[in-house]
């Protein structure tokens, strides 16, 4: 015969616990009479549940089965809604222990609700609760269809106990595997070596009566098996001097109903006669106490039911009254939302109107932007035309007349026997014939930009740059990479005057004593570096000159799709980048 423990846990708080506190003392009316003033304390999920759990203790106290496990029901679906799936699943435990002992099977199935347990403690990963699982499930399968499946869990829960080190799981084990061998397996002798092994170690723990009783019992149980009933007689009086607030009535029944057994063995028939008599008061007792509190909770059930009624017809009194009332505060509340409407539309108007304004304005800026840049431009598209029709001024119309004025010369130089005295007139014209029509070729030669002629645009970088050098004062470096070929006629202009402009600055204003002009060409762009190591500027005082100027550098590059930095410190140089796409 078993008698199976199942412990629960509870959040702290001050009321359900007072209850909690009661009900584990047998103080079952007390409990009952404070759970019920509690029961406006249930607004939220978490206190309903927690009311409806230790209702179902009570009724479980009580042996009252149906009531108990209808609360337990409510307890589980409440902490579900809740979120507190740790709570609900352990609540799993007693639906399927009420279940068994029910014997509802055909209703309900406890392998449902076992299940559930055993895979939230599986997916929880936690030793522990897996250990536990095993040893609930192992006691709710204790029966005899069930008593290899039982025994088996039991040994699962062992494994995993070895490891754990856990005396409250040991003898959880052991009490539960005695009841197993004494009731179902037809071996005493185990369920004793387990009881006595167990008995130790619940001496070893304070306030620990109801467990105690319980091993005295299960004890008495294996000696009546073995036909020692002076022992097992011996055994079940020591239970019942202990003194117990778990199930009392229920301890009593179980004693007195194996004393009679054990004193039909000793035939002393009149002991085995009270015995059993006092077996049946208490369970009588208890299937009265249930009948009771089933017909307390129908008239319950019933007088709630009435003041709902009641309650309805003055509700429908009001209802009529309060329908005009939420009429005309609908109609005032549809006002106020379609006036908010109109308001916000015509703010909206207004933004929209705003945006629209902000949007031509920025276009109007981007065309001026773009004229300003196409201005310049064309302004440095017409210089260059300027001085290539010079160029070819001076060289077809000019050089053309210095040609045949030397020529003319040269005839005259032909018959210097004939104007002797002439020769030395004669050879100082020619000298500045000459030199005149060479100067003519330089000035033409110069029409690809007046600046480089046709040694291209890094040779004229490297001659600028050895021009504006001063020995001992200011020393410029230029480094070129990847320039195998010319480039277009008008990129090398533009980039040959930013360089020309940048490197006067650094005369000007920088005070630098060295500087260089790094240029590099990627294929598919052009980074040109600029650095010296001078006194620097902010950037918002930034030095301009008499010729393109930094922001009309800067607009240029912008026109080309290029980038242009200036990174300066004062006192610590400045580093200016270029990046133009070809």
Not at 21 to 44: P, Y
Request: glycine fraction near 4%; charged fraction near 25%; hydrophobic fraction near 35%.
């Amino acid at each position: 015969m078993a008698l199976a423990v199942m412990g629960m846990t509870y959040a702290q708080q001050p009321g359900f616990k007072e209850v909690e506190n009661d009900i584990n003392e047998n103080k079952l009316e007390l409990a009952t009479k404070k759970l019920k003033l509690l029961e406006k304390d249930t607004a939220s999920l978490e206190n309903r549940a927690w009311y409806h759990l230790l209702k179902a203790k009570i009724y479980d106290y009580k042996y009252i089965d149906s009531l108990a496990l209808q609360n337990y029901m409510s307890a589980r679906d409440l902490y579900n809604k809740a979120g507190l799936i740790d709570k609900a699943i352990q609540i799993n435990l007693n639906i399927a222990y009420l279940i068994k002992s029910q014997k509802n099977s055909d209703k309900l199935n406890p392998e449902k609700y076992l299940n559930e347990y055993l895979d939230y403690a599986r997916k929880s990963n936690d030793s522990l609760k897996l250990a536990k699982a095993y040893i609930e499930i192992a006691s709710t399968k204790i029966s005899y269809e069930e008593s290899e499946e039982s025994y088996e869990y039991f040994q699962k829960a062992k494994q995993i106990n070895k490891r754990l080190g856990n005396k409250e799981l040991e003898s959880q084990i052991n009490n539960n595997l005695a009841a197993l061998y004494n009731d179902f397996l037809n071996e005493p002798d185990s369920a004793l070596f387990y009881l006595k092994k167990d008995l130790i170690y619940l001496k070893s723990k304070p306030n620990n009566n109801y467990d105690i009783c319980t091993n005295y019992i299960n004890q008495a149980a294996s000696y009546y098996y073995l036909g020692d009933f002076n022992t097992s007689i011996q055994l079940l009086k020591s239970a019942d001097s202990i003194p117990i607030n778990e199930y009392p009535i229920g301890i009593k029944s179980v004693i007195n109903k194996i004393l009679s057994l054990n004193y039909v063995e000793k035939n002393d028939y009149k002991k085995a006669y009270e015995t059993y008599i006092e077996y049946k008061s208490f369970e009588d007792s208890i299937s009265a106490q249930e009948q009771s509190l089933t017909i307390s909770e129908m008239e319950t059930k019933y007088q709630t039911r009435e003041t709902e009624l009641k309650n309805e017809v003055l509700t429908a009194e009001v209802k009529t009254g309060k329908i005009l009332v939420y009429i005309f505060i609908g109609l005032l509340i549809a006002s106020l939302v379609i006036g908010f409407l109109i308001i916000k539309n015509a703010r909206r108007r207004v933004y929209i109107s705003k945006q629209e304004k902000l949007i031509e304005q920025q276009k109007l800026e981007k065309a001026l932007k773009e004229f300003e840049l196409n201005s310049i431009d064309l302004m440095l598209e017409g210089q260059e035309k300027e001085r290539e029709r010079i160029a070819n001024d001076l060289h077809d119309n000019l050089g053309s007349m210095l040609a045949t004025l030397k020529m003319n010369f040269e005839h005259l130089r032909m018959r210097k026997n004939e104007i002797r005295e002439e020769d030395k007139l004669y050879d100082r014209t020619d000298q500045l014939i000459e030199d005149a029509y060479q100067k003519v070729r330089t000035i033409a030669h110069a029409k690809n930009a007046g600046v480089f002629a046709n040694e291209g645009l890094i040779p004229a970088i490297r001659k600028m740059a050895g021009k504006i050098s001063i020995p001992g004062k200011l020393t410029i470096e230029v480094l070129a990479v990847g320039f195998n070929k010319r480039l277009e006629n008008k990129i090398e202009i533009a980039i040959f005057r930013m360089v020309q402009e940048l490197s006067t600055n650094i005369i000007k204003h920088s005070k630098a004593t060295e500087a260089s002009i790094q240029l590099t060409n990627h294929d598919d762009n052009i980074n040109i570096i600029i650095e010296d190591n001078g006194v620097g500027f902010k950037s918002t005082t930034a030095p301009s000159s008499d010729g393109m100027g930094l922001t009309t550098i800067t607009k240029k590059v912008e026109q080309l799709g290029g980038t242009f930095t200036i990174d300066s410190t004062p006192g610590k140089g400045t580093t200016i980048i270029i990046d133009l796409p070809i």
